[in-house]
């Protein structure tokens, strides 16, 4: 499992963002949804700051998880900075 953080490219991104990286993000979104119906994708989603965007994955390996993050349209695009930290899960309700 790997937990993947991608930040935003300036403090006030939401309220800044242009049209074209408005497009950027939809696509961003999209690809989210596609690695979810792959069951590669966990879960997903902004802080409610807005400082960064998580995602966890469940992939075979590391490079698996920084395939899917450097493959990721906003990542492509250079509006988002990516950071993959591998991540054991420790305790989780209904399972312990």
Do not use: C, W
Request: charged share 25%; proline share 5%; net charge negative.
């Amino acid at each position: 499992m790997q937990f993947l953080i991608i930040k935003r490219p300036r403090e006030n991104f939401i309220e800044t963002m242009t049209e074209q990286e408005a497009e950027i993000i939809s696509r961003h979104f999209v690809y989210l949804q596609e690695m979810l119906k792959e069951g590669k994708l966990i879960i997903a989603g902004p802080v409610t700051t807005g400082e960064f965007g998580l995602s966890i994955v469940e992939t075979e390996s590391e490079e698996e998880a920084r395939e899917i993050m450097n493959n990721d349209p906003a990542v492509v695009s250079g509006i988002m900075t990516p950071t993959i930290y591998p991540y054991r899960v420790s305790l989780l309700r209904g399972r312990d």
